[in-house]
């Protein structure tokens, strides 16, 4: 019921607000000053008293006005009209009340006020007016709703009158959501084992013949004898198997059993030309909940991180980029894009209060970590044309405990065997056990992680400068990287 025309509305125990002007009684007639005088006579006269003017009978002050009701008050129901009472034979003030008319009633016209009541008959009249005016404007605005009166027109503009080619901006949030989402599908993923237990990640078209990209730790509970399935936003559901894993690099990819056509691949963009501050849009199934989107920007890159499986797994390193989009358990897999829409990463990690870096179930506090698409574009390739990861390494081994100095060589490696590898490319280098690598490349060294780190970030073959100390003197070497297949 619309309530754009109410009017005041009127309690119900005080008496109805007249509808027009009270009209004042016929005050008796007096002898005419213009009138003269009878003849005397011999009889005694008693004497006529002189003439007073009539005495104006108090007038009686009008009800005051009931509060105006608040949108949400519903209109009165329609009071019935006042009945007029007779007034009695002589009698004087006040008058007989006056008819009201029906609500939605035209008003009479109102009787001119009395000559010697000018000014008191105006005041009462604009009383009784105002009245009368809040006392009609709800009767109408009641008649028309309640008869569904197409004459009286409403000034909101509704939904059905906004623009129909509305369109979105390229470039916006919703724009590059809109074009991203068709391609960002939701992973299941179940073990092979009695309990059939699995998780739910992310992942994203990545090329026409239906390969998929997403995160090792989504796909690892399934990897041996378990299940894939892959729903896209539309609801459509297909199998999926592994094509290849790599644990170091936390990067998998796979392939959909009976591959739709018409797939429209995410465009990948260049992680190295990402800028601390630009903007970005993360895309996932966080808690289950598909084809959510976030946003924020860059907060840091190169940012090394270690993360497991939680499965007690090898750990992954990644040279990462920060961000504060929201970024819970179910995102990981899923695009991290830019502005543009163009994927720069891989949402692998977060920082959760009191539980480290990884994938517990704790939620978002504003610092995710995303695998460089350069890097990760690298590893899927590898995994499309031989479904085995390669590595690019140095020869050595590194203390992954101590932290803030650079990385240490260890005095041994595992099982016994030489920390430096013979005729490797850090022995060829000139590098021995105890020295610390404090510079790789372009980047400061403080701990075994952040070198392995950046090593990653780069292929075999590469030459690669690194600064390291020894006896506390500085010095420079150019390493040609190693590499290594298969995750060990």
Do not use: C
Not at 194 to 204: L, N, P, R
Not at 245 to 270: F, M, Q, S, W
Not at 371 to 391: M, S
Not at 462 to 472: C, M, P
Request: aromatic share 4%.
């Amino acid at each position: 019921m619309s309530t754009e025309n109410e009017g005041t509305a009127v309690p119900a125990d005080h008496p109805a607000a007249p509808s027009t002007p009270s009209t004042p009684a016929t005050p008796p007639t007096t002898p005419s000053a213009s009138t003269p005088a009878p003849e005397p006579t011999d009889a005694p006269q008693t004497p006529v008293p002189e003439a007073t003017p009539p005495q104006t009978p108090p007038r009686t002050p009008a009800p005051a006005s009931a509060p105006e009701p608040t949108a949400t008050t519903p209109l009165p129901t329609a009071p019935p009209a006042a009945t007029p009472t007779p007034a009695a034979a002589g009698a004087g003030w006040p008058p007989p009340p006056p008819t009201v008319p029906a609500w939605g009633a035209p008003l009479p016209p109102a009787p001119p006020a009395s000559p010697r009541r000018r000014t008191g008959g105006l005041v009462a009249a604009v009383l009784v007016a105002a009245l009368v005016a809040g006392g009609i404007g709800g009767g109408i605005g009641y008649w028309a709703a309640e008869r569904g009166d197409e004459t009286v027109s409403s000034t909101t503009v509704s939904s059905g009158e906004a623009p129909a080619s509305f369109k979105r901006e390229p470039g916006t949030v919703a724009a590059v959501a809109a074009k991203a989402l068709p391609s960002v599908v939701t992973i299941q993923a179940k073990s092979g084992g009695s309990q059939g237990e699995g998780g739910t990640g992310t992942g994203f078209v990545y090329d026409q013949e239906g390969h998929i990209v997403t995160n090792n730790h989504v796909v690892a509970s399934a990897a041996d004898g378990g299940t894939l399935s892959v729903t896209f936003p539309d609801g459509k559901s297909y199998d999926a198997q592994v094509v290849g894993r790599a644990e170091g690099y936390d990067v998998a990819v796979l392939k959909l059993t009976n591959a739709p056509k018409g797939l429209k691949p995410l465009a990948l963009g260049d992680s190295d030309k990402v800028a601390v501050g630009d903007s970005t849009i993360a895309i996932g199934a966080p808690f289950g909940l598909s084809n959510t989107v976030t946003t924020g920007i860059i907060s840091a890159k190169n940012r090394p991180v270690a993360s497991g499986d939680g499965s007690g797994g090898s750990n992954s390193y990644m040279s990462a980029l920060q961000t504060d989009a929201s970024i819970n358990p179910g995102n990981s897999g899923g695009p991290l894009l830019d502005a543009s829409g163009a994927v720069i990463g891989i949402n692998s990690a977060i920082q959760s209060a009191g539980s480290g870096f990884g994938q517990s179930q704790a939620g978002s506090i504003g610092l995710g970590f995303a695998i460089p698409v350069n890097q990760a574009k690298n590893v899927a390739q590898q995994l499309i044309r031989t479904g085995k990861p390669v590595y690019p390494v140095i020869g050595a081994t590194v203390n992954m405990q101590e932290q803030g100095e650079g990385a240490t060589i260890a005095s041994q490696g595992s099982g016994g065997t030489p920390s430096v590898t013979p005729d490797g490319p850090a022995a060829k280098a000139g590098l021995k056990a105890g020295d610390v690598i404090t510079g790789f490349g372009d980047h400061q060294i403080d701990s075994g992680p952040t070198l392995i780190s950046e090593i990653w970030t780069h292929k075999p073959g590469d030459q690669v400068k690194i600064t390291y100390e020894r006896d506390g003197k500085t010095s420079t070497a150019t390493v040609t990287l190693g590499e290594r297949t298969g995750d060990s």
